[in-house]
């Protein structure tokens, strides 16, 4: 979604990196370059002014010109602005103190609706709530249909007494719906709203009667992140005629550039509270403005991979493959556990885009495929359990059957085999030094000690080749007068009867 926008604020600050002092010439070309950006992003005019002007003001003060670096201070500034506009702090949902909470999903037809309220209800059930959808869509075909097929998935309630179809009173289903929530004691009410093709006074007139009917604790308006300029008309008009609390981004998975997320807070005042990032039930969560503002500027988003990984993974099992991965007898059934446990967690091109600094390789991201995943647990699973806990055992012949098993070539059986045992030398490895590849107390950094072994250990001496020594004898005794240390030490500060008679200290002694 924000892809382009991510592009060319990076291209931005790449002329400030490196100057040790910026000129106000400096901060305006930035600054130009910010604004071209953000409308070039399609965010509404009024907010790129505002969010230029306290750009620049904060970038001529002296968090700026006293900085020791003045270029990451301007993208500091740039990521607390963008936090601002995006809502400062993260919005949870007012529960009711007394009786079921009432939630009011209102929009556009075809912003998601109807699939938002299956995954705020299942998402609601995650949170340890009784949720109940109410199809008070009655309006568009099959809508209510849809609801019951979208709550069955979700595991959650569908009360859908009338069919649809331009059928029914919405406001009245709503009513009762509230009644049944109360006589089966569920804590939450979701209402699914109809929508229209554009704002219409029939629209909005029956969105504010169901409000009035039910009298809700929230009413979430749910916008299509992709609709650009049009975001902030819309957002408008449902706020006079909804008055809306919250608002629901859709579609935030889209190639579009993603305006309508940083404009429609700064217009409506109302905060963004929830994002959806995909078709998967699963892909919606709190939306998080400091997190997304990371994300935009490449900074990562580390809170959230590590929430998504603690949903997925069971603390003991992760600590058995610790152990196990520690003690060498990490094996291709672990493995495969692994990367089931990662299939739950989304795409693995998603994932890998949470990462710091991915940013400069959206491309690979972009053409990473899939089914690579999918291959390597056919393979896996086309070996016996024998073969899973001893890759070892697995020759020529049964890789041949392995290949056939999982539809493979050999080549992908052996690759795959010779990446595991690299890739468990290379976790063993950094669980022994403590650090990745290359970093301190780990092999393969010149002047560190190799696995296993103690800064300070005695290491075995590297044989050198001999001094040349001058053949003319008077040349030959002078250099060798020269070679002599006072007080009977020699050249490498040993005594003179050899290293072996030379005491270290206690101090050395100690860190040995």
Known sequence: MFDTLQDRLQSAFKNLRGKGRLSEADIDAVAREIRVAL???????????????????????????????????????VNDELVTI???????????????????????????????????????????????????????????TQLQVVGQQAGVTVFAPEPGNGKGNPVKVAKAGLKEAQRTLHDVVIVDTAGRLGIDAELMQQAADIRKAVDPDEVLFVIDAMIG????????????????????????????RGGAALSVRSITGRPIMFASTGEKLTDFDVFHPDRMA???????????????????????????????????????????????????????????????????????????????????????L????????????IDGSRRARISKGSG??????????????????????????????????????????????????????QQKKGKRVSGNPAKRAAEAAATKKVDGASAFGFPAGGKDDFELPQELKDLM
């Open 382 to 393: 086309s070996m016996t359990p024998a073969e899973r806990d001893n890759p070892k055992m």
């Open 86 to 144: 995006l809502g400062g702090e993260t919005r949870r949902i007012r529960y009711a103190k007394t009786g079921p909470t009432v939630i009011i999903l209102a929009g556009l037809q075809g912003a998601g609706k109807t699939t938002l309220a299956g995954k705020l209800g299942l998402w609601l059930k995650s949170q340890g709530k009784s949720p109940m959808l109410v199809a008070a869509d009655l309006q568009r075909p099959n809508a209510v």
């Open 294 to 380: 990371g994300r935009i500027l490449d900074m990562g988003d580390m809170m959230t991979l590590i929430e998504q990984a603690e949903k997925v993974f069971d603390e003991e099992e992760a600590n058995k493959a610790a152990e196990k991965l520690m003690g060498g007898s990490f094996t291709l059934q672990d493995f495969l556990g692994q990367m089931e446990a990662m299939a739950k967690m989304g795409s693995m091109s998603k994932l890998m885009g949470m990462l710091p600094g991915m940013g400069a390789m959206k491309e690979q991201l972009d053409n990473f495929d899939e089914r690579e995943v999918d291959r390597i647990k056919a393979i896996i």
């Open 408 to 461: 493979t070539q050999v080549k992908d059986v052996n690759q795959l085999v010779d990446r595991f045992f690299d890739a468990r030398k290379m976790m063993q490895q950094m669980a022994k030094g403590g650090g990745m590849p290359g970093m301190p107390g780990m092999p393969g950094m010149p002047g560190l000690p190799g696995p296993g072994k103690r800064a300070g250990a005695k290491q075995k001496p």
């Open 229 to 256: 300029q049009d975001a902030v008309t819309t957002a408008q008009a449902f706020l006079e005629g909804v008055d809306f609390t919250g608002v629901v981004l859709t579609k935030l998975d889209g190639d579009a």
């Open 39 to 77: 409308l070039d992003a399609d965010v509404a005019v009024p907010v790129v002014r505002e969010f230029i002007a306290n750009v620049k003001l904060r970038a001529a003060g002296a968090e700026v010109s006293q900085a020791l670096n003045p270029a990451q201070q301007v993208i500091k500034i």
